[in-house]
């Protein structure tokens, strides 16, 4: 039988033993302090059952996770220190993730750090997953970030070159990626650096130049507004108020501030630092940001205007129970009917969104038994 049509029929054979659209909507996550990943069936309200056999993945400590919407798999990262591997799995129509594929997986190396392994981003045809590495020396505050693309073959198989990654001098803050999946762009924490890559069809990046922030700034979150016409860049200056700057992104990648850019809000309402929630109407934006008047960690909510501005919504922040978030992730369902909330430990907030973008938090909000959610599998 020839290449092509082994590849053909393994394909059609992964097709048929999993499903390709689960029925129902999974909330997937881990506590790394525990081990295995666990699993809820869950609603449009943002109602949580667990899973009949969860917790998944046996004895094994997860560090990172993120899902294919599209195709209803998931990736989990094995941190185990012998052993560290990246998991494919398929999830049934029950909910219920099947072990695909196991790739051994090594961060580049760089001596005498520690290495920190994120999964912030898959692309749109989910053909690549983008792995950020953070190397952090010992007994120091530097960083060093080295991404690494994975690719998803059609019989679920994934496959990498050790030898090659992107390397960037400082610690990543945000990343995102187009929703053509044309472009990614990302921010460093620590200095006023901006970088960008545009995305190969084999999903190998090429450095764009782009515009930096002013003297002083320290990047919060940056991510994408509807159909990836616009870059927005949360930042702050010490002393100063917290400050956003929107870019226009053209058809190359290239990035022009919009009249007006930077903007300014003397009520603190850009304070943002988390991921950058988009709803799937692209209507509203939403993410976390520390509320420095309580002091407590909030969601802030904004309205996506034609010209490409942002506007608060009113109401926003919206506090967080009094009390900081701690190792937070913010994501809202597919069907952008509620977000999430987790401290990545103990609480789980859950928040419906109104028609107008208001969030209204649920009265079961926050949640002890929910451990923290990575991510969504399906769309019911």
């Given at each position: 039988?020839?290449?092509?049509s082994?590849i053909s029929?393994?394909?059609?054979l992964f097709?048929?033993?999993?499903p390709?659209q ?6 997937y996550?881990f506590?790394p302090?525990?081990?295995g990943?666990?699993g809820?069936r869950?609603?449009?309200k943002?109602?949580f059952?667990?899973l009949?056999?969860?917790?998944f993945g046996?004895n094994v400590y997860y560090?990172?996770m993120?899902?294919?919407?599209k195709?209803?798999?998931l990736?989990?990262y094995?941190?185990s220190?012998?052993?560290p591997s990246i ?10 993730p099947t072990l695909?594929?196991t790739?051994p ?6 001596p ?8 912030p981003?898959?692309?749109p045809?989910g053909k690549d997953?983008?792995?950020?590495n953070v190397?952090?020396?010992p007994?120091?505050l ?6 690494t693309?994975l690719?998803i073959q ?5 496959t990498?070159?050790p030898n090659e ?7 990543v803050?945000a990343i995102a990626?187009d929703?053509?999946g ?5 921010c460093?924490g620590?200095?006023?650096y ?7 069809e084999?999903?190998s990046?090429?450095?764009?130049a782009c ?6 700034a320290?990047a ?5 507004g509807?159909?990836g016409?616009?870059?927005?860049e949360f930042?702050q200056?010490?002393?100063e108020?917290?400050q956003?700057?929107v ?5 190359n990648?290239?990035l022009s ?5 930077p ?5 603190g309402?850009f304070?943002c630092?988390?991921e950058?929630v ?7 934006a939403y993410a976390l940001?520390?509320i ?5 960690t909030?969601?802030?909510?904004f309205?996506f205007?034609?010209?490409g501005?942002?506007t608060?919504i ?6 967080l ?10 994501l809202?369902n597919?069907g ?10 103990s ?12 969030l209204?938090?649920?009265?079961n ?10 991510c969504?599998?399906?769309s019911?």
């Amino acid at each position: 039988m020839k290449e092509s049509s082994l590849i053909s029929y393994a394909a059609a054979l992964f097709v048929s033993l999993f499903p390709l659209q689960a029925v129902a909507l999974f909330a997937y996550g881990f506590d790394p302090t525990t081990p295995g990943f666990y699993g809820f069936r869950t609603d449009q309200k943002g109602n949580f059952t667990a899973l009949a056999n969860t917790p998944f993945g046996g004895n094994v400590y997860y560090g990172a996770m993120i899902a294919d919407t599209k195709s209803d798999a998931l990736y989990v990262y094995d941190a185990s220190e012998d052993n560290p591997s990246i998991q494919s799995y398929k999830v049934d129509t029950d909910g219920n993730p099947t072990l695909v594929y196991t790739l051994p997986y090594t961060p580049p190396s760089v001596p005498d750090t520690f290495s920190s392994v994120y999964l912030p981003l898959i692309s749109p045809s989910g053909k690549d997953i983008y792995v950020v590495n953070v190397y952090t020396p010992p007994g120091e505050l530097s960083y060093t970030t080295i991404i690494t693309v994975l690719s998803i073959q059609k019989n679920g198989s994934i496959t990498y070159d050790p030898n090659e990654g992107y390397d960037l001098n400082g610690g990543v803050q945000a990343i995102a990626e187009d929703p053509s999946g044309k472009f990614i762009f990302g921010c460093l924490g620590t200095e006023n650096y901006t970088f960008g890559y545009s995305v190969a069809e084999d999903g190998s990046l090429t450095a764009i130049a782009c515009p930096q922030l002013p003297d002083g700034a320290v990047a919060g979150t940056l991510g994408f507004g509807p159909q990836g016409k616009y870059l927005y860049e949360f930042f702050q200056i010490t002393n100063e108020s917290p400050q956003l700057a929107v870019y226009r992104v053209e058809n190359n990648g290239a990035l022009s501030a919009i009249p007006g850019s930077p903007f300014s809000d003397s009520q603190g309402r850009f304070n943002c630092d988390s991921e950058f929630v988009v709803d799937p109407n692209s209507k509203f934006a939403y993410a976390l940001g520390t509320i420095e008047s309580v002091p407590t960690t909030g969601i802030y909510a904004f309205q996506f205007e034609s010209d490409g501005r942002l506007t608060p919504i009113s109401g926003s922040p919206y506090s967080l129970v009094q009390k900081y978030a701690i190792e937070t992730v913010i994501l809202m369902n597919p069907g952008g009917n509620f977000i999430t909330v987790n401290s990545g430990f103990s609480d789980n907030w859950v928040f419906e969104v109104q028609p107008n973008g208001a969030l209204k938090e649920r009265e079961n909000s926050p949640s002890p038994n929910i451990p923290a959610i990575n991510c969504f599998v399906g769309s019911k």
